[in-house]
C-alpha cells in the first residue's frame, strides 16, 4: 500500500503557483519523498525527490517539513501543459525498493 | 537518447486469446519494471527485473502472466489466456540499480473484449 495521502483533485489558474500536498506521516528516517506526475496517455515522468532539504530543479520545489511529516510540490507557475495527475511516493533510496504509486492528485491548471 | 520503447501502443484482442507486450529500456540500465494501470488509479508493480533476474514477481498473477527479459535487456510480457479484467494500460520503466529515477515507456493499453 501506498504511504502517502494527497488530496484527489486540486485546480489552479494559470500562470500562479501550484502548491500540492502530500501526507506522509509514517515516513522512515532513511526514505526519500518523490515526485512524479502522469500526462494523459503519457507514461510517469519524474519531477523531483528530497530527503530533508527543500528541493529545486528547472521544473518544480519541493518543500519537506521539519518533522518530514509532510511535504509540498511547488510548480511556481503552473501552464496548461501541467494538467496531470501528480504522485507523491516514499522510498528507501536502496537496491531492491520499488517505486509505489497512490492515487494521486488530479491538478487542473485553468486559463 | 531514446527514452523506454513500448510496443504495440494500443491492442484490442478478444477474450480467452494470447497477448504479448515488448519493452526495449534505455541501454545500460539494469533494472526493468512492469507495471499495470487501471482507469482513475496508480500504477501497481507486476514484476521487477535486475539485469536477467526477476527479483520481485511477488504481484505478477502467475497463472495467466508470464514475463521475460532474455539477455538483461528487452522484455516480454505475455497473458494467456486473457480475461476482460485485464482491460488497463501496462507501462515498463527502467533505471540503474539502485537509482533515484525510474524512466517510464509510453504504455501499451490493453481492451480486452
Known amino acids: 500500500d501506498a504511504k502517502t495521502t494527497q488530496p484527489p483533485s486540486m485546480d489552479c489558474a494559470e500562470g500562479r503557483a501550484a502548491n500540492l500536498p502530500c501526507n506522509h506521516s509514517?515516513?522512515?528516517?532513511?526514505?526519500?519523498v518523490y515526485w512524479y506526475r502522469q500526462i494523459h496517455s503519457q507514461g510517469p515522468q519524474y519531477i523531483i525527490h528530497?530527503?530533508?532539504n527543500n528541493e529545486t530543479n528547472e521544473m518544480a520545489s519541493l518543500i519537506i517539513t521539519e518533522d518530514r511529516k509532510s511535504s509540498t510540490l511547488i510548480l511556481p507557475h503552473a501552464t496548461l501543459r501541467d494538467t496531470a495527475v501528480y504522485y507523491c511516493?516514499?522510498?528507501?533510496?536502496?537496491?531492491?525498493?520499488?517505486?509505489?504509486f497512490g492515487p494521486g492528485t488530479r491538478l487542473s491548471v485553468l486559463p | 537518447e531514446a527514452g523506454v520503447v513500448q510496443s504495440p501502443r494500443y491492442k484490442i484482442i478478444e477474450k480467452k486469446q494470447p497477448v504479448a507486450f515488448w519493452c526495449n529500456p534505455i541501454?545500460?540500465?539494469?533494472?526493468l519494471y512492469w507495471y499495470l494501470q487501471n482507469l482513475g488509479q496508480g500504477p501497481e508493480l507486476l514484476i521487477r527485473?535486475?539485469?536477467?533476474?526477476?527479483?520481485?514477481d511477488s504481484q505478477l498473477p502467475k497463472d495467466r502472466f508470464s514475463a521475460e527479459r532474455l539477455k538483461g535487456v528487452d522484455s516480454t510480457l505475455k497473458i494467456q489466456p486473457a480475461e476482460l479484467g485485464d482491460s488497463a494500460v501496462y507501462l515498463c520503466?527502467?533505471?540503474?540499480?539502485?537509482?533515484?529515477?525510474?524512466?517510464f515507456g509510453q504504455g501499451t493499453r490493453l481492451t480486452v473484449v
Open positions: 520503466a527502467s533505471s540503474l540499480i539502485g537509482n533515484t529515477e525510474a524512466f
Open positions: 509514517t515516513i522512515s528516517g532513511n526514505e526519500y
Open positions: 528530497g530527503l530533508k
Open positions: 511516493i516514499v522510498r528507501v533510496d536502496n537496491y531492491g525498493q520499488n517505486f509505489v
Open positions: 541501454s545500460g540500465h539494469n533494472t
Open positions: 527485473y535486475e539485469n536477467e533476474e526477476a527479483v520481485d
